[in-house]
């Protein structure tokens, strides 16, 4: 068997705004550690025209409606969370699960500010496949 790295990259620029309950953008991934061998979430955030920080929140996706509604918010796991003007961070999760990656402006102090926010993501991970599969793919 031969072990493959996979890498995939969006490159997105988000306009968030703020003071109100919809200040916030969420992408989601799943990530199955029994076939993706050491996986890691890779994000490079920097907001451009704002000296207020971002949010950022990685959340299991069965959370996410108790997150948006501010429900039971003491009993939400967070398995990520960072504030700042440029986020620079790796995501290694230790648990099989689908994930909410949540860019939040939600907590800014400026009532009608509009954050735009530089998105870089790089998902990488390990995956084995057998050298007959490789063959078969080559072929088609």
């Known amino acids: ?4 790295s996979h890498v995939m990259r969006n490159i997105n620029e ?4 703020a003071g109100n309950s919809h200040g916030y953008e ?6 199955n550690l029994i076939l993706m061998f050491d996986y890691r979430l890779a994000f490079d955030i920097e ?3 704002s000296n207020n920080e971002i949010e950022i929140l990685i959340l ?8 948006k509604e501010n429900k039971g918010s003491s009993k939400i796991k967070s398995y990520y969370s960072k504030n700042g003007l440029k986020i620079n961070d790796i995501f290694k999760p230790t648990i099989s699960d689908a994930y909410a990656f949540v860019i939040n402006n939600r907590k800014s102090s400026i009532g009608h500010e509009v954050i735009t926010v530089e998105v870089i993501l790089t998902h990488n991970w390990q995956q084995e496949v057998k050298e007959s599969q490789l063959k078969e793919h080559i072929k088609t």
């Open 47 to 49: 907001v451009q025209n």
């Open 26 to 31: 969420i992408l989601y991934f799943g990530v």
């Open 60 to 67: 299991s996706r069965k959370d996410i409606s108790a997150w």
């Open 1 to 4: 068997m031969k072990i493959l």
């Open 14 to 17: 988000f306009n968030i705004p």
